[in-house]
């Protein structure tokens, strides 16, 4: 039996697209390659979660003591609203991470509830920086294990070589510019969530 990836709770605060939640399991998978989560992979995964946060809005001052924030137009928060939110989103994001640890999803269970082209090459890109966000013991600048999982997702994303190619180019053109994984990394996860929001 086909197994779903992990939710967050059901909390009314908590949103990420269903597709991210996905794609962030299987990013999950190959941050777990190797047994080990390092500190620059736990950044990039921990981001790609808050990304999907409101940003930090400017406060508006009413006549009540409390600040008002306005969201992307959509509602509003107190400030203690908004930072108990982001909270409660890091838990929920620090939990799907300990349960994918204990009980790993396999990748192709995973790849198989893509929909869209466009999220197969997201994850393809996003899958590549985050092996490259930490060299192995050996001082490899890509885990072994990573690097296996990695091959063994492009198969499932059934990508044609050369738009993996281009991928790739583009992601290691990036890491270049930004001197950092998890800067690239999060360069193309806002892209995609403002293209997504707008």
């Given at each position: 039996m086909k197994k779903e990836y992990y939710r967050m709770s059901d909390n009314p605060s908590l949103f990420l697209p269903e597709?991210?939640?996905?794609?962030?399991?299987?990013?999950?998978?190959?941050?777990?390659?190797?047994?080990?989560?390092?500190?620059?992979?736990?950044?990039?995964?921990?981001?790609k979660f808050k990304s999907n946060l409101p940003p930090e809005p400017e406060p508006i001052?009413?006549?009540d003591p409390d600040p008002f924030y306005?969201?992307?137009?959509?509602s509003s928060f107190t400030v203690a609203e908004q930072t108990q939110a982001r909270v409660n989103a890091e838990i929920a994001f620090k939990d799907i991470l300990n349960r994918y640890k204990q009980?790993?999803?396999?990748?192709?269970?995973?790849?198989?509830?893509?929909?869209?082209?466009?999220d197969r090459c997201l994850c393809a890109k996003l899958a590549y920086v985050v092996i490259k966000a930490s060299p192995d013991n050996q001082g490899n600048?890509?885990?072994?294990?990573?690097?296996?999982?990695?091959?063994?997702?492009?198969?499932?994303?059934?990508?044609?070589?050369?738009?993996?190619?281009?991928?790739?180019?583009?992601?290691?053109?990036?890491?270049?510019?930004?001197?950092?994984p998890f800067k690239a990394f999060m360069?193309?996860?806002?892209?995609?969530?403002?293209?997504?929001?707008i």
């Open positions: 597709s991210q939640l996905l794609i962030l399991n299987i990013v999950c998978a190959l941050a777990w390659a190797d047994n080990e989560l390092s500190e620059e992979e736990t950044e990039i995964l921990l981001e001052y009413f006549d306005n969201t992307m137009g959509l009980n790993p999803i396999p990748l192709s269970d995973l790849v198989s509830q893509l929909k869209t082209n466009e600048l890509i885990c072994a294990d990573e690097k296996m999982v990695y091959r063994q997702l492009i198969q499932l994303l059934n990508l044609d070589p050369e738009v993996v190619q281009k991928i790739e180019q583009r992601a290691d053109y990036e890491l270049d510019k930004f001197q950092h360069g193309n996860v806002k892209k995609f969530f403002l293209k997504k929001i």
